[in-house]
């Protein structure tokens, strides 16, 4: 997977938005509220990655174990691309 052109992680009134600039993002018209944790996986998830590269990145970050971890990351990364700011 990766990121698509034209999305960036912005801090809007103390809160994680990614948020789409550029002409690749004309359509988008969103803000997608992150929390701590998902913020930290979008800033790390640089060039191709998987569910599984951001799940160990989150187990060496946070005290969470592998299960957990792997299917938090599998989630985000389905709601990432659902919501079009990645692709396969």
């Not at 929390?35 to 160990?56: H, I």
């Amino acid at each position: 997977m990766k990121k698509k052109k034209g999305f960036v992680l912005r801090e809007v009134c103390g809160e994680k938005v990614i948020v789409g600039e550029g002409l690749e993002a004309v359509d988008f018209g969103k803000l997608i509220s992150l929390n701590e944790t998902a913020a930290w996986l979008w800033e790390q998830a640089e060039g191709d990655f998987t569910a599984k590269t951001l799940c160990s990145l989150l187990c060496k970050e946070y005290e969470v174990d592998p299960a957990t971890a792997m299917a938090d990351t599998e989630a985000i990364t389905r709601e990432w691309l659902h919501l079009g700011i990645i692709e396969a």
